[in-house]
Nanobody, 119 residues
Framework: QVQLVESGGGLVQPGGSLRLSCAAS????????LSWYRQAPGKEREFIAG????????HDANAVQGRFTISRDNAKNTLYLQMNSLKPEDTAVYYC????????????WGQGTQVTVSS
């Protein structure tokens, strides 16, 4: 059974930091490209950061560049998002996503974790 379980969300003050984790099971984690998305109330889900299957570094959306860092540990089947200098506009539900494309495409999502940035 495929599972992606996010954790690490919560309430943080502006300027603070959080580290999100996404624990994966039920598929060959190391083969998948991984991403973080977020969805704020009343807005569409947006891409935040992505990392290739064997990559050690990822790429970020402009809105979070220089503040958020995506990383993965294939030995632990875990994806991370380090979030620094958080702003109120970062408030959203954060989702992890795993994608693999060959003859057949596979696309998995977690259930999301709430991040609220407020004083």
């Amino acid at each position: 059974q495929v599972q992606l379980v996010e954790s690490g969300g919560g309430l943080v003050q502006p300027g603070g930091s959080l580290r999100l984790s996404c624990a994966a099971s039920g598929f060959t984690f190391s083969r998948y490209a991984l991403s973080w998305y977020r969805q704020a109330p009343g807005k569409e889900r947006e891409f935040i950061a992505g990392i290739a299957s064997s990559a050690s570094t990822g790429h970020d959306a402009n809105a979070v560049q220089g503040r958020f860092t995506i990383s993965r540990d294939n030995a632990k089947n875990t994806l991370y998002l380090q979030m620094n200098s958080l702003k109120p506009e970062d408030t959203a539900v954060y989702y992890c996503n795993a994608v693999y494309s060959d003859v057949v495409s596979y696309d998995y999502w977690g259930q999301g974790t709430q991040v609220t940035v407020s004083s």
